[in-house]
């Protein structure tokens, strides 16, 4: 362990940076100076020299190239109960904050994920992929509750 960090079988390039409290498990692979922040866990991934992952992720069964951005909450959903599933993210993708990656998914080359999406399908090479529901306001609707 090292500064609060966690490696199971994985391996690590040069210049890498770790944690606080990251956590690398087995089949887990680091490409030189990538950054993985804290609490952010990785298994069975290879990551390209980099990229970085500065906080709060689950990244599992994926490949990710080389300087991609992993925003902050981001998850890989690789197991639907039955099997796992892999995540691409190809060089040079952004990948918003809180986002969902719904395996199998494709990232393309320098594609963009918007905050707060749950990706299901491919996006194209440099692409925006915004996958979340429109916002809808209900004005007055807490009065309305609190007279029932």
């Known amino acids: 362990m090292l500064g609060g960090c966690v490696l199971d079988d994985s391996t690590v390039g040069e210049e890498v940076s770790l ?3 990251s956590r690398l498990r087995p089949e887990t692979v680091l ?3 990538v950054k993985i922040g804290n609490f952010v866990e990785l298994k069975k991934s290879a990551v390209g020299a980099g990229t970085k992952a500065q906080h709060l992720a689950y990244l599992g069964d994926a490949t990710i190239g080389k300087n991609v951005n992993i ?5 890989t959903c690789n197991y639907d109960g039955t099997s796992k599933h892999p995540t691409v993210i190809e060089d040079g993708a952004f990948v918003g904050t809180d986002s969902q ?3 199998p998914v494709r ?5 963009y994920v918007a905050a707060g999406s749950s990706v299901t399908e491919d996006v194209p090479p440099e692409s925006l992929a915004i996958a979340r529901g429109r916002q809808v306001n ?6 309305t509750r609190k007279k029932k």
Do not use: N, R, S, T
Request: hydrophobic share 45%; proline share 4%; net charge positive.
């Open 19 to 21: 944690g606080p409290y």
């Open 101 to 103: 990656l719904i395996a």
């Open 31 to 33: 490409a030189d100076k």
């Open 71 to 75: 925003g902050a909450g981001v998850i």
């Open 107 to 111: 990232i393309g080359k320098d594609a």
């Open 138 to 143: 209900k004005e007055g609707w807490v009065k």
